[in-house]
C-alpha cells in the first residue's frame, strides 16, 4: 500500500488547535474505506472458496494418494501426500507424519496453513508428510464408525509406501480430529507409532468451575435432542456454522469488537493475515445427522470415551488402555474450548496410578501451555516453531521412553549449555517423570460434579426419546430440502461474508473508493491525543463485553449445578449417590491380569539374558532413574553412538524400543536381580567394559554432569562393570529412592 505519503501535517496546520482533530477525522475516514474493502474481500474470498471442487487452505502442494468416496463404505475423507517445497529434503528413512484435521464446523488445511505448521516443521525435520483431509458435504449414510475404518485404511496405505521407515506413522489429531484418531488407535492400535493430539477433548465432563463454561451447554438445552432437531430441519444434516457459532459465543469481546477493532486499527498492515485466517475460519462444512448425534450423545454429553463405553458396530470396546503407541497431549491453559482437565482427565478416569499406566505398557507425555488459546495451538508460528518443531524433531525420543507418565518441558537453548551442539534448534525438551496428582492439579472434578453431569446425561436420553416419538415425524415433514438450504443461506455467520461482498450492489463503489484512499493515505502520528481516546474507548468496550460474558457465564453455571445438583432431579434420573464412582469407572479385567503375570514371569526369566547391549541399556536406565527425566541430549548422544556403530552391535528403531522398555520393566520388577546379572552379561575382555563404561558416562553427562543419587548409581555400576564374569553375590544395597516397593507395583 502506499503509506508512504508525507505527513497530514501540510492539510492541517491551518486549524490551529483543531489540527490533531482533523488528522484523526481524515486517517478514521480513510481506515474505515479500506476497512470495508477487506470486509468485500472476505466477501468474495469466501465465496470463491466455496465454488472449488475441494476447497481447502493448505499452503502445500498435495498429491491424491486415496479418495474415501471409492472405499467399501464411501466417506468424504480423502488422503493425501504433501509435496516437499524446493530446498527441502526427505529422508524415506524416517517415519511418516499424517496429519489430520478437524472436521468441526470448519474446512480442511490448518495442519499445514503455513510454513510454520504442524505439517511445515514435520518436513523440515525430515520426515514425509500426509494429510487427511474432507470435502464440504458428507456421503449419504456416513457415519463416525465408517470414517474411522476409511482412516485406516489410510494409515495401512501410508506404512506400505514407506516399508523401509523407521518406524510406523506418527499421527498428529487436531482437535476433534484428536478424538476420532485415539478411538481408532483403540481399536487398530498396530497401525500407530507416536500420537500427538493438540487441543483435544478427550474427557467432556472435566473442567474448573468458574473457567470452563462449555460444558454446561448441553444440559442446559436439555440435551442432545437439539442437535437432532437441527439435523432434522437440515434435511438430514447438520450445520458446520452452528458449531462454529458456540465457538464465537464463548469470548464476545473477541467476536463482536476485538478481532475487528484490530484489523480496523492496524488496517495498512493486518489486511493480508486477516483474510488469510478468515479464509479458513468461513470455510464451513456440514456432518450427517447420525454422525453430529454420536459425537453429542456419545461424546459431549455422555462421556462414554474415556470410560471405555462406546462399542463399535462389531462389539470391539473403544478403550484407550488398549493404545500401544505413546500419547503426546498438547494443551493449553489459555484454551477455553478444550482446557487441560477435558485434555487430560482421560487419565484419571482409567488409571489408578503410574504403575497402573505401567502395567499397560503405555507411555504418555502431555505439555500446556501457559496462555494460547485454542486456535492458536494450531495456527500460531511460534507454537509451531517451539512446541510442534521440538515434538517432530524428537519424535524418535518419545517413542522410545518407558512405560509411564511424562510432562515435556522445553528450555531456551543458551550458549554456554552443556552439549549444546547435541541441540537441533533453539530449544531443549526434557521429558520428566509425573504422577497422577500433577494432572489432578490441572483441575479436575469431584464426585458430586460428575454426578450432575450423569443426570443431566440421563435426562439427554429422556428428552431425545421424547423428540423422537412425538415431535420429530412432524418436523422431517415439514423440513423440505429447499427449506433446509434457506436455513443455511441466512445463518448469521453466512450473511456476514455475503451482504459485504460484490454480490451485493451496494458494494459496488466499495473498491474505487478504498484504492482512492489508499492512494492519498495519511497514517496518523501516534502520538496524537484522539487516537489514545480511541484505545480507550475500545479498552472500554472490549471490557464490558468480557463483564458481560462473566456474569453469563456464572449464570450457567450456577443454574446447571441448581438444576442437576438437585436430589430430586438425581433421583428422578436414575442417579444413586451411594454407587456412582463405581459404575462410572471403567473396570479391571481378568485377562488383563492373568497377562500382565505371564508378563511380569517372562520378564524374571529373561532377566540374566543378554549381552553387552542388554547390560549397557539396563545400566543407563538404572542410573538415569535417579534424574526422572529424560532429555533430548542424552538421546541425540544414543543416536550418534548408535549411527557411528562404535563398537556396538546395531539395532532398528523398532528393537532398541523393546530392549529399552524390556530393561527397564526388568529394573521395576526385580531390581536387585537385574543389577547382580550385569557382571555375568558383559564380555571378559576389560578393555571392552571401559569402553562401555565410557559410552555409558557421555550419554548420562550430556545434560551435564552427574550429582547426588546419579554418582551413588554410578558407582555401583562401576563396580559391576569391574567384577569377574559370573553371578554377583554382594553388592552394595539399593537405596529406598532407587528401589520403590516392589511388592505394591505387583499388587497393583
Not at 478427550?202 to 463454561?213: C, E, I, K, M, V
Request: aromatic share 8%; proline share 6%; with cysteine.
Amino acid at each position: 500500500m502506499a503509506i508512504d505519503q508525507p505527513s497530514g501535517n501540510a492539510i492541517t496546520a491551518p486549524f490551529g488547535v483543531l489540527a490533531p482533530a482533523v488528522e484523526y477525522m481524515v486517517d478514521a475516514a480513510q481506515r474505515s474505506l479500506l476497512y470495508l474493502d477487506v470486509m468485500r474481500e472476505r466477501g468474495n474470498q469466501y465465496r470463491a472458496h466455496l465454488r472449488e471442487t475441494v476447497p481447502h487452505v493448505l499452503d502445500y502442494d498435495a498429491e491424491l494418494v486415496i479418495d474415501g468416496r471409492s472405499l467399501e463404505r464411501p466417506v468424504n475423507y480423502a488422503l493425501a501426500r504433501i509435496v516437499p517445497p524446493p530446498k527441502v529434503e526427505i529422508s524415506l528413512t524416517r517415519r511418516p507424519f499424517v496429519v489430520v484435521d478437524p472436521r468441526a464446523g470448519h474446512g480442511p488445511g490448518i495442519g499445514g496453513f503455513k510454513v510454520d505448521s504442524e505439517i511445515g516443521v514435520a518436513l523440515r525435520a525430515g520426515h514425509p508428510c500426509y494429510f487427511v483431509g474432507f470435502l464440504p458435504e458428507p456421503v449419504a449414510g456416513q457415519t463416525i464408525e465408517d470414517v474411522a475404518r476409511a482412516e485406516a485404511v489410510f494409515l495401512q496405505k501410508v506404512i506400505d509406501l514407506h516399508p523401509g521407515a523407521d518406524g510406523k506413522p506418527c499421527v498428529i489429531g487436531n482437535c476433534q480430529a484428536g478424538w476420532a484418531v485415539m478411538m481408532l488407535a483403540a481399536i487398530r492400535p498396530e497401525l500407530f507409532g507416536p500420537i500427538i493430539v493438540a487441543g483435544s477433548p478427550l474427557s467432556y465432563w472435566a473442567g474448573t468451575r468458574r473457567q470452563h463454561p462449555l460444558r454446561y451447554t448441553g444440559g442446559l438445552l436439555g440435551g442432545s435432542w437439539s442437535a437432532a432437531l437441527a439435523s432434522d430441519l437440515g434435511n438430514g444434516k447438520f450445520d458446520g456454522a452452528l458449531l462454529v457459532h458456540n465457538f464465537e459465543n464463548l469470548n464476545p469481546s473477541n467476536t463482536l469488537w476485538t478481532k475487528q477493532y484490530n484489523l480496523y486499527s492496524k488496517i495498512d498492515t493486518e489486511a493480508a493475515r486477516y483474510l488469510g485466517f478468515e479464509r479458513w475460519w468461513g470455510g464451513h462444512v456440514n456432518l450427517n445427522a447420525d454422525e453430529i448425534q454420536f459425537i453429542v450423545d456419545e461424546l459431549f454429553v455422555g462421556n462414554k470415551l474415556s470410560t471405555a463405553g462406546i462399542k463399535t458396530s462389531d462389539g470391539a470396546v473403544v478403550d484407550f488402555r488398549n493404545i500401544r503407541s505413546p500419547i503426546v497431549v498438547f494443551c493449553s491453559k489459555g484454551d477455553n474450548i478444550t482446557p487441560p482437565a477435558q485434555a487430560l482427565g482421560w487419565i484419571l478416569d482409567l488409571y489408578d496410578d503410574v504403575e497402573e499406566i505401567r502395567s499397560y505398557g503405555q507411555t504418555i507425555v502431555y505439555t500446556v501451555h501457559e496462555s494460547v488459546g485454542h486456535l492458536g495451538i494450531f495456527v500460531s508460528s511460534g507454537i509451531a516453531r517451539k512446541e510442534h518443531s521440538e515434538l517432530s524433531s524428537n519424535i524418535d525420543l518419545i517413542d522410545t521412553l518407558p512405560p509411564g507418565l511424562y510432562e515435556a518441558v522445553f528450555e531456551n537453548k543458551s550458549a554456554d549449555m552443556a552439549s549444546a551442539d547435541l541441540v537441533v534448534g533453539d530449544w531443549v525438551m526434557r521429558c520428566e517423570a509425573r504422577t497422577l496428582d500433577d494432572i489432578r492439579k490441572l483441575g479436575c472434578n469431584d464426585a458430586s460434579d460428575d454426578r450432575c453431569f450423569e443426570a443431566a446425561a440421563r435426562l439427554s436420553e429422556i428428552n431425545l426419546s421424547l423428540y423422537r416419538a412425538f415431535a420429530q415425524p412432524l418436523v422431517r415433514a415439514a423440513a423440505t430440502a429447499p427449506m433446509a438450504q434457506w436455513l443455511q443461506a441466512v445463518h448469521p455467520l453466512r450473511l456476514q461474508y455475503e451482504m459485504l461482498s460484490d454480490a451485493n450492489p451496494w458494494m459496488a463503489g466499495v473498491g474505487r473508493a478504498a484504492q482512492w484512499a489508499n492512494e492519498h493515505r495519511r497514517p496518523i502520528d501516534k502520538s496524537n491525543v484522539f487516537l489514545a481516546l480511541q484505545e480507550a474507548i475500545s479498552n472500554q468496550i472490549e471490557t464490558a463485553l468480557d463483564g458481560w460474558r462473566d456474569a453469563r457465564d456464572a449464570w450457567m453455571e450456577r443454574t446447571f449445578f441448581a438444576i442437576y445438583g438437585s436430589p430430586a432431579v438425581q433421583a428422578m434420573a436414575g442417579v444413586d449417590p451411594s454407587a456412582f464412582r463405581s459404575t462410572r469407572k471403567p473396570g479391571k479385567t481378568w485377562l488383563h491380569h492373568q497377562v500382565l503375570q505371564a508378563r511380569i514371569n517372562e520378564l524374571k526369566a529373561r532377566i540374566p539374558v543378554g549381552g553387552i547391549r542388554e547390560a549397557v541399556v539396563r545400566s543407563l536406565l538404572y542410573v538415569g532413574m535417579a534424574r526422572g527425566a529424560v532429555d533430548e541430549r542424552g538421546f541425540e548422544m544414543v543416536r550418534r553412538i548408535r549411527s557411528a556403530n562404535d563398537g556396538m552391535p546395531r539395532l532398528s528403531l523398532a528393537a532398541f524400543k523393546a530392549l529399552v522398555r524390556d530393561q527397564f520393566l526388568m529394573l521395576l520388577v526385580e531390581p536387585e536381580a537385574s543389577l547382580a546379572a550385569i557382571p555375568s552379561m558383559l564380555p571378559v575382555q576389560p578393555h571392552v567394559r571401559e569402553r562401555a563404561l565410557d559410552l555409558l558416562k557421555k550419554v548420562l553427562s550430556a545434560r551435564g554432569q552427574m550429582d547426588g543419587e546419579m554418582i551413588e548409581r554410578m558407582k555401583r555400576v562401576e563396580l559391576l562393570f569391574r567384577a569377574e564374569p559370573g553371578p554377583v553375590t554382594e553388592l552394595p544395597a539399593i537405596t529406598q529412592a532407587a528401589a520403590p516397593d516392589i511388592e505394591s507395583r505387583k499388587a497393583s
